[in-house]
């Protein structure tokens, strides 16, 4: 048994199910939980908006709130920094004579970069980390074909796919987390101290309460509501994007609940149906997103997308993209939604369909300034499958 482990929370805000934090607390007499706020992820984007906007902040920060008094009801703690995360996470394991780094596996090409970066900190330490796969239903050896040979399309995938998936059961939250009697868990930041204007909040003129909180703790009520009101709601199957619509997309974007945990409810607690199935659809929909992204990396985010297409022009007129993004174009029905994705951060599947078809097929304009802006303003942000849903709808992608 490992003496002390640093374990780094990223996108896995969570307790229950969470492989590498269950881990590290069997493994480890001692677990330091570290969350770190990337200044990086606020800047100002090249035109001018940015990475993080402010409602997705604030649901980022409320999230890291309710794991730490998740993590203080087992017996722990949350260290929370704000900086450079390869620096902060390689400082604090050799401050506290950590063995190892126990953290989860991200595959977008900033995070990689900043995990190959951490390793190389670590090893000047003699210090070990280690990576967990755990965004997806199942894992990437568990696919019947190798991510090289990824079906290009998402049909032919599910197709392959079909009987094949091996999704394990959940795991429990760990009984305890043990720290260090000798720590500093830091502050949770505000926006102010992100950068961020609080008046950017107000701008929304959103209502008390409207918005969605964050956190664990709030992902599994929301779990539960679904459960209880699924079996009376009467959606069209073939045309809606329930993980989106449902908004349990808000907390799966953070981790603060697992696909696989959505996957192993909705089939033991809600008879089957055309409405479960397509949840689950949506689930391994989201899994495609995520093996594009590892399979072709870089190339999600040019404007010639995975496919390399580079026979459609795009034009870069910051003029129609600022009319597009404000709400200001000649569409009423597009400025209606673009107005409700600025004061909520949040759009349904069909909304989020429009706005993009819009910009892309309407104006022409770069598409991978709308998937910028989504980025911002989407309090469910998820890179593989924002960019990825892009890709598809601008012709350059899998499907």
């Known amino acids: 048994m490992a003496q002390r482990i640093v374990y780094w929370f990223r996108n896995d805000l969570r307790l229950n199910d969470n492989e590498a934090l269950y881990t590290a607390a069997t493994a480890g007499q001692e677990v330091i939980p570290v969350y770190v706020f990337d200044p990086r992820q606020f800047e100002n984007t090249r035109l001018g908006f940015r990475r993080t906007g402010a409602l997705r902040a604030q649901f980022q920060i409320e999230c890291v709130i309710d794991l730490r008094n998740r993590l203080r009801e087992k017996g722990g703690d949350l260290l929370v920094r704000i900086g450079e995360p390869e620096k902060i996470i390689a400082e604090l394991a050799e401050t506290y004579q950590a063995e190892y780094v126990f953290t989860s596996k ?166 089957p149906s055309a409405l479960t199935e397509t949840l689950l659809n949506n689930l391994l929909a989201r899994d495609y997103f995520h093996w594009t992204l590892l399979r072709f990396g870089p190339r999600m985010f040019k404007p010639s997308g995975i496919k390399h297409n580079f026979n459609q022009p795009w ?32 759009l349904s599947s069909g909304e989020r369909k429009a706005a993009a078809a819009h910009l892309v097929h309407d104006l022409t304009v770069n598409w991978t300034w709308g998937a910028m802006y989504f980025e911002s303003f989407l309090i469910d942000y998820d890179v593989s499958v924002n960019w990825g849903k892009w890709n598809n709808l601008a012709g350059v992608g899998a499907d």
């Open 106 to 271: 991200e595959i977008a090409p900033e995070e990689t970069r900043i995990e190959s970066s951490l390793s190389k900190r670590l090893k000047i330490s003699n210090i070990d980390i280690r990576l967990f796969w755990m965004d997806t239903l199942s894992q990437v050896t568990d696919l019947p074909f190798s991510v090289s040979k990824l079906p290009l399309g998402f049909a032919q995938f599910q197709n392959q796919v079909k009987g094949h998936l091996k999704i394990k059961e959940p795991l429990p939250a760990p009984e305890r987390v043990t720290l260090p009697q000798d720590f500093e868990a830091g502050i949770i930041p505000s926006l102010p101290k992100l950068g961020i204007d609080p008046q950017e909040m107000s701008n929304s003129n959103i209502k008390d309460g409207a918005l969605p909180r964050g956190g664990e703790t709030m992902a599994l009520a929301k779990m539960d509501e679904y459960i209880k009101n699924s079996p009376q709601t009467e959606i069209d199957p073939d045309s809606v994007d329930l993980l989106t619509d449902s908004q349990l997309s808000n907390w799966l974007s953070l981790g603060c609940i697992s696909a696989r945990y959505i996957y192993k409810t909705v089939s033991e607690r809600i008879t």
């Open 315 to 346: 034009l870069n007129d910051s003029v129609l993209f600022e009319k597009w993004s404000k709400g200001e174009t000649e569409n009423e029905s597009v400025n209606a939604i673009m107005q409700k994705l600025l004061s909520s951060g949040d």
